[in-house]
């Protein structure tokens, strides 16, 4: 099965993720994936923590990758949590292919030119071109939607209207 839904989400593992979509996406392992994440020891030790028994892995990109398209991955409903949208694209590029991908949550980067493209995601126009690009690899709409119970809302079209 691999890859059930790819999240890009800065704000990595909390409830939103361990209540309602590990649930509704029957998955049966997290993968965090953004390469300074996986450095970091401390968050290595806290995340899987904040999974609430879900088995969790903290890897770097190519160690997603790795893990997903192994035989072993490919026995697991995966739900990857990325970090970054610049994440979610070197994913995408190295042949990950996601049943689903939602933009969850991107806090603004002080200092940055991004807009709030909805209530919880900020995008620079930098960024805004990776959504594109993960787009087009996807080839499938691009959801944004905090919980599963929300309409999933096209979010290129969104980026669109804030002149992105």
């Not at 392992?29 to 300074?36: A, L, P, T």
């Not at 979610?88 to 042949?95: D, I, Q, T, V, Y």
Request: with cysteine.
């Amino acid at each position: 099965m691999s890859v059930v839904h790819m999240r890009i989400d800065n704000r990595l593992i909390h409830g939103q993720v361990t209540v309602t979509w590990v649930g509704s996406v029957g998955a049966n392992h997290i993968i965090v994936c953004n390469d300074k994440v996986s450095k970091d020891p401390i968050q290595k030790l806290m995340l899987p923590q904040a999974a609430r028994g879900v088995k969790t892995s903290v890897l770097s990109i190519q160690d997603t990758l790795a893990h997903c398209l192994s035989p072993k991955g490919l026995t697991e409903k995966i739900l990857v949590i990325a970090k970054l949208p610049s994440d979610a694209l070197a994913l995408m590029e190295g042949g990950l292919n996601p049943v689903e991908v939602n933009v969850g949550n991107q806090a603004p980067t002080p200092g940055t030119n991004f807009k709030m493209v909805m209530k919880s995601v900020a995008v620079t126009p930098e960024e805004a071109v990776l959504y594109r690009k993960v787009q087009e690899l996807y080839g499938k709409t691009l959801t944004c939607r905090m919980v599963p119970s929300e309409s999933a809302g096209d979010f290129i079209e969104s980026l669109k209207n804030k002149g992105l």
